[in-house]
């Protein structure tokens, strides 16, 4: 039997490929457990800096496999709830992670895209959060998210009608950073991969911590925001890498990076 979800190393970049073409890559159990299983992969390896997150077939992600909750079976991952749906989107890690949206996401697949860092998104793939035409809540991230995401107005707007949004209008209102073709997509996600894995992991990690630490404080003129900020990157401005940078520039070399 095939496994829900499956890693594959492209050197520095692990793609991580939803493995239920059959059921639209819905969230099931085994699903959320390989995905856990993946980031957790993702995490630990020093030798990858960049996850990319796809769908196998024709979709990204269905959302929840329905047909699991009307068993009364469970779709998280039993060994680590924590994680969230899809294993992901209450976990956490330091290394960027792209979605590359290779066909339609929808409720929890539009949930994974917004617990992305980044995405890309075919030009015939739609996002929307269709749960309330379900009598369901978008409760995987998608509420909390989208409103961050978005202007307020927009945000209800998807939340409250169910109705699907083009991948222009994603782009539109920022939530994808590239639209292109559907042959396309793993193409120019992992191109983006690579951008960002040729950069100094350790600043790369930092500076994700940094940027998702801010909404626990308030102003940026007050000092506590500048304290977690000055935290996180201090051990960058002291690594080996902080010397290779500016020594790999005045030799006109590229930079080799040993992420210490």
């Known amino acids: 039997m095939a496994e829900a979800a499956v890693l594959e190393r492209r050197g520095h970049v692990a793609v991580i490929t939803l493995n239920r073409p059959e059921?639209?890559?819905?969230?099931n159990a085994a699903l959320s457990s390989a995905v856990g299983a993946a980031?957790?992969?993702?995490?630990?390896?020093?030798?990858?800096?960049?996850?990319?997150?796809?769908?196998?077939?024709?979709?990204?992600?269905?959302?929840?496999?329905?047909?699991?909750?009307?068993?009364?079976?469970?779709?998280?991952d039993p060994a680590h709830p924590e994680y969230g749906f899809a294993g992901l989107v209450q976990h956490f890690v330091d290394k960027p992670l792209i979605a590359a949206v290779n066909g339609f996401a929808l409720g929890g697949g539009t949930e994974i895209v917004l617990a992305s860092d980044l995405a890309v998104m075919s030009e015939d793939a739609s996002l929307g959060l269709p749960e309330v035409t379900r009598g369901l809540v978008a409760a995987a991230g998608g509420l909390l998210r989208l409103p961050r995401a978005v202007p307020p107005k927009i945000a209800l707007e998807l939340a409250l009608t169910g109705t699907p949004i083009d991948a222009a209008r994603a782009a539109q209102w920022g939530l994808v950073n590239r639209v292109v073709p559907a042959d396309q997509v793993l193409t120019a996600a992992l191109e983006l991969a690579e951008t960002i894995a040729s950069n100094a992991p350790l600043a790369v990690r930092a500076s994700k911590r940094i940027m998702h630490r801010v909404n626990e404080f308030g102003s940026d003129w007050d000092t506590p925001i500048w304290q977690m900020s000055?935290?996180?990157?201090?051990?960058?401005?002291?690594?080996?890498?902080?010397?290779?940078?500016?020594?790999?520039?005045?030799?006109?070399?590229?930079p080799q990076w040993r992420g210490v």
């Open 39 to 76: 980031l957790d992969e993702l995490a630990a390896d020093p030798e990858l800096r960049v996850g990319v997150i796809t769908g196998a077939g024709r979709a990204f992600c269905a959302g929840a496999d329905l047909k699991e909750l009307a068993r009364g079976n469970g779709i998280h």
């Open 23 to 27: 059921a639209m890559n819905a969230v």
């Open 230 to 254: 000055f935290e996180e990157a201090g051990p960058v401005f002291t690594s080996q890498d902080a010397l290779e940078g500016p020594r790999a520039f005045a030799e006109k070399r590229p």
